[in-house]
């Protein structure tokens, strides 16, 4: 039995990761036989945000990850839209879709090429592609390879295209409460659908087809990475009449559910294996707290462990397309590829109706003030799943403010009932050919695309440790 920390490769994802592997051999197979999944940076937005101006949260939630700042923008908006009573006119919840949408295309696109694809080809023998392990792969692939490059150009075109609307990509401040500062002039107009056009090209004749060409060349894949296979999806892209593009609920033991704010009410956070104290373990987001507290006993993770009734759920494009009825695969690594390259096409497609909609005369904010008290949930999803922010105002400042990530369901540690999170849970069993250079691991983290950087985020680059002084206390 060996156990090794998978810590350098892991940062082929948003932020830093480390994962560490009990590899043994079971019933005459080498597998992974225990994992646990470690995010090695504390985020202290939260704290940052009491007792600034609400006007401040959609800003500042941006800076928690810089590849899905939308998602957060959007949460805190819709926070504050519910606690204020002021939702946007139909441009502004239509702009707001437009730009979240292109984020959704140039982080799916950027996932494959860039993140997941050289785990399962050699790509280009050049930066950023190499250094690389030296693993065998699969033949058969070298026209995906060759499509990397374009990739490049692809995710390039999206963000240009998100900035038509919302004034600069990444963290575009057009995001407001109340609605939305960009204009729908025609101009504008034609040169966002002129990129749309190009993408959803790109999106149709290459990108899918490259997803299906790995799926055919590693099937197996199709029965490895399953973990606990319960999916949860809050719902995004408001449309007309407030249904959504993506309606929320969950699946639990392959028995679907609604999900709504009183649904969500059984949400908790555990801590017991978390650099947080022990006080506020299985809190609701509506009042709990963010106290770190490190070292910890056993505790190996700054992620906090969110859980639905008291259990783990997957978050993701494979939950928002069961959960929608858009895909009819199972869960495991390649169909968590399959349904982002699906899903991907969808929204690109919702977008182009969502521009025939736009009235270049019309409205783009309906008018917001501050509330003296008041709170608010923003619930949607960022491309790596189910994001909430929870808002409460007292004095016209923010008094509370708690923030769930998509890789806080997926990477979260164990729980207080020892339940490993949902990527640990996918991880164990996986077959390891060569404990060393582990691949097949990394093919099974890559496929829930973590985001560390909206997990966890407080770093000091040159060593010397981050004091955060809140309230008379110190943390490191």
Known sequence: MATITIMDPVTRIEGHMKVELTIDTINGQQQVADASCTGTLFRGFEKILEGRDPKDAPVLTQRICGVCPISHGMASVLALDQAAGSPPPDNGRLLRNLTLGSNYVQSHILHFYLLAAVDFMHGPQTHPWVPAWEVDMRPGLDAVAANLPLAIEARRRAHEMGAVFGGRMPSAHALIPGGFTGTPKQGKIAEFRQQLDWLLDF??????????????????????????????????????????????GYIQGGIQSPLDESTTAEITEGVTYSWYDDSTNNQTPSSGETVPQYPKGEAYSWLKAPRLGGLPFEAGPLARMQVNGDYSGGVSVMDRHAARAQETLKVAEAMNGWLDELDPAGPVFGGYDDPVSGSGIGLTEAPRGALGHWVEIQEGKLSHYQVITPTCWNASPRDDQQTPGPLEQALIGTPITDAQQPIEALRVIHSFDPCLSCAVHVMEPHGKPIVIREAGLAFR
């Not at 299906?212 to 999806?233: C, R």
């Open 203 to 248: 999106v149709r004749n290459t990108y899918i087809v490259d997803v299906s060409e790995v799926a055919a060349a590693y099937s197996d894949y199709f029965d490895l990475g399953i973990g606990h296979s319960n999916l949860i999806a809050f719902g995004v892209f408001e449309e007309a009449g407030g249904g959504k593009l993506f309606s929320p």
